[in-house]
């Protein structure tokens, strides 16, 4: 009779046991506890208040700044305050967002000359965002130098268009 009861209870425990595996662990049934948070309401509010509807901010267009000619100081103004202001809503809303700066000159000059001129006009703006509270590691910087163009390199006005940097958030 020992016997019996001995092996029932082990039959008893593996059923339990492969259960539970089965249940819990491949199939992922098994609930976690959940801490629920209730928020006490006056009736008299909650049926005269409109309900609470969360802004979702949109993707800012992206910001150009056109520098002098071998220049690479940023002037903060207030277009760039607004982008700023538009840029971290949204980068705060969006873990994954980035705030990528890219830097442009005309064609004057050697390529690498351009090419470093170009990197201390997005650092420049770098610093800008940072002072204002945009984390290091949510901006990404790039310099294209002379490589693209906006407008042609012949003509004064082409060359000041082409003296940019551009903020595009990814």
């Known amino acids: 009779m020992r016997i019996l009861i001995t092996g029932f209870i082990v039959f008893v425990g593996w059923t339990v046991l492969s259960t539970y595996v089965y249940v819990c662990k491949i199939k992922g049934l098994c609930a976690q506890p959940q801490t629920t948070i209730v928020e006490a309401v006056n009736q008299y ?7 609470k509807v969360e802004e979702k901010v949109t993707i800012p267009k992206d910001l150009v700044i056109y520098f002098a000619f071998d220049k690479s100081d940023f002037i903060s103004s ?17 873990a994954q967002a980035t705030l990528n700066i890219t830097g442009h000159t005309d064609a004057v000059g050697t390529e690498e000359y351009n090419q470093a001129l170009g990197l201390r006009r ?24 002379e490589k693209e163009p906006v407008d042609d390199n012949s ?9 940019r940097t551009v903020v595009t958030i990814k």
């Open 45 to 51: 509010e909650a049926l005269t208040s409109e309900p």
């Open 78 to 94: 207030a277009e760039a305050s607004a982008y700023f202001n538009k840029s971290n809503d949204y980068i705060l809303q969006n």
């Open 122 to 145: 997005a650092q420049s703006l770098q610093i800008y965002f940072e002072s204002k509270g945009v984390a290091a590691n949510r901006i990404k910087l790039e310099s294209k130098g």
């Open 155 to 163: 003509t004064a006005s082409g060359r000041a268009n082409n003296r």
